[in-house]
């Protein structure tokens, strides 16, 4: 399987715990996103990198959350603190130079409890 | 603040039927507009409409934009159950994406 993979499938944590999330992108895409999808909301743009860069991070992206790419490869969402507001599905893309036509992975939900 | 707002916010149709999603905006400067599915998990792109005017097609589905008036439509003819999916419409502009709640299709036997 080629396209892009997410890790883990599902994760349930305790309020005040940290989680950390794992996007491998298509190898041969260059730009790397993270969305954040609720119920009932399309997907939220959080944050995206160009290789190892991270160019742009939505005000979404609070203190608590950082996101690294450290090789241009695979890249690393933290949520430290978490909150039960942070309860959501964590989607990952990546994509050639152009942002459109974006292939997404099949995201990680999760819940704060 | 910028909006993209789609109608209906669902819709249940039957096998063959046509349908039209709608997908109107108030932004100010954009470079393209896109049509996402969503099925279960994750959205797959249909179309990226940058021009006015003109309709992309792509088998049973076609999009076009109209700039002037600020909207765009989606349409799925014949439609089948394998259309039953989420789908938004994605304002674009130097990556910063403009999401649309979406329209929930589902398409019954």
């Known amino acids: 399987d080629t396209g892009v993979s997410q890790d883990p499938r599902h994760k349930i944590t305790k309020r005040g715990q940290n989680v950390t999330f794992r996007c491998d992108p298509i190898?041969?895409?260059?730009?790397l996103y993270w969305y954040r999808q609720t119920l009932g909301q399309g997907p939220e743009f959080l944050t995206y990198?160009?290789?190892?860069?991270?160019?742009?991070k939505s005000r979404l992206l609070s203190d608590r959350f950082s996101a690294e790419r450290p090789k241009g490869s695979f890249s690393t969402l933290e949520i430290q603190r978490t909150e039960q507001g942070d309860s959501a599905m964590y989607l990952c893309?990546?994509?050639?130079?152009?942002?459109?036509?974006?292939?997404f992975g099949p995201g990680t939900r999760l819940t704060v409890t | 603040e910028d909006k993209v707002v789609q109608s209906p916010l669902s819709l249940v149709v039957h096998e063959g039927d046509t349908v039209t999603l709608n997908c109107s905006y108030e932004?100010?400067?954009?470079?393209?507009l896109l049509w996402y599915k969503q099925e279960k998990k994750a959205p797959t792109f249909l179309f990226m409409l940058t021009s006015s005017g003109i309709e992309k097609k792509s088998g049973r589905l076609s999009s076009i934009l109209d700039k002037k008036e600020l909207f765009s439509i989606l349409n799925i003819t014949a439609t089948q159950t394998g259309d039953s999916a989420v789908y938004l419409c994605v304002l674009y502009n130097n990556n910063d994406m403009r999401f649309g709640a979406g329209t929930r299709l589902t398409v019954k036997p």
């Open positions: 190898s041969e895409h260059n730009r």
């Open positions: 932004v100010t400067n954009f470079r393209s």
């Open positions: 990198f160009q290789n190892e860069a991270q160019l742009e």
């Open positions: 893309a990546s994509s050639l130079e152009e942002v459109y036509e974006q292939y």
